[in-house]
């Protein structure tokens, strides 16, 4: 497991860098409540974030020059969230310092539990704070949202129960129970999954004490495992151990369990062609945690 442990000390005092932690999400539920005229999807879904996922590592620079390492292929600079987060927020701020960052990529891409959003939220925040920029929360979220719909809750640092398309955000507190998280060798377009017919549209809206006092479910998971066998194969395997379901639209799912033992058990028994951790839920972001540390 790589939970985080952050120290707000320098990596090096020579060098002046900071490692920040962009962790993973999993959306507890996820229903379908109705397909609007603009084509937008209506949805009820829970956000919890993972002791787990990437790390980005930053040097503050005195010109304003931004470097981002290492390389990703068939993925321009200019194109990685993290790139267009520090400019977007240079531009935003007419900050004139600069970066220079450097992404520990762990998590997969396309795996659905939110690694791209994650790294550009923690660079708003990270950079807000080193740049001295001061931004508040909310403006912070603004900026994220015209780089993806799930940068905000990242940015937010708080679990979080989202309705409308996903922009009316409440904050809670759900139980922090362990998970196992695995990952099939598939990739899932979400675009396919929310244009299939089959998808269940129109599960009546609750309150979210009645959401969080039933069974989570995912609609989408149905339309998922009837197009990707592999993801239906680890469901069944993690079935057996505990209540297991997909996250988002995949291509990650996760089963639930009330100690870590228990989630390393039924870890260890899983195939180990599949990228996966065990890990445990949380309601504030480790990130929130360090900044407040370094605050």
Wanted: net charge negative; hydrophobic share 40%; with cysteine.
């Amino acid at each position: 497991m790589q939970n985080y442990q952050f120290s707000t000390t320098l990596l090096s005092s020579q060098e002046n860098k900071l490692r920040f932690p962009c962790p993973a999400k999993l959306n507890l539920f996820l229903y379908i409540n109705g397909k609007r005229p603009d084509g937008y999807h209506e949805l009820q879904t829970l956000f919890q974030f993972l002791n787990f996922g990437d790390w980005l590592e930053i040097e503050i620079r005195q010109d304003d020059k931004i470097y981002l390492t290492p390389e990703i292929p068939n993925l321009n600079t200019e194109d990685n969230l993290v790139y267009r987060a520090a400019k977007l927020l240079q531009q935003k701020t007419a900050c004139n310092l600069g970066a220079n960052l450097h992404l520990d990529k762990i998590l997969p891409m396309g795996a659905g539990i939110g690694g791209g959003s994650s790294n550009a939220a923690t660079t708003l925040l990270a950079l807000n704070h080193l740049w001295n920029t001061r931004l508040t929360i909310a403006q912070l979220a603004k900026l994220g949202l015209t780089l993806g719909a799930d940068v905000p809750i990242f940015v937010h640092g708080h679990a979080a129960f989202a309705e409308g398309v996903g922009e009316q955000i409440t904050y809670c507190d759900p139980p922090e129970k362990w998970y196992v998280v695995l990952k099939p060798n598939v990739a899932i377009s979400t675009a396919a999954i929310f244009s299939d017919p089959n998808l269940t549209r129109n599960t009546a809206k609750k309150s979210l004490e009645q959401l969080l006092a039933q069974k989570y479910e995912n609609d989408c998971e149905k339309v998922v495992i009837n197009h990707y066998p592999e993801v239906e194969e680890i469901l069944h395997r993690l079935l057996q151990y505990a209540p297991s379901r997909l996250t988002g639209t995949g291509a990650c799912v996760f089963a639930e369990f009330n100690d870590e033992e228990s989630a390393k058990v039924a870890f260890q028994a899983m195939p180990k062609q599949y990228f996966g951790f065990v890990t445990q839920g949380l309601n504030i972001s480790p990130l929130h945690k360090m900044l407040t540390q370094l605050s």
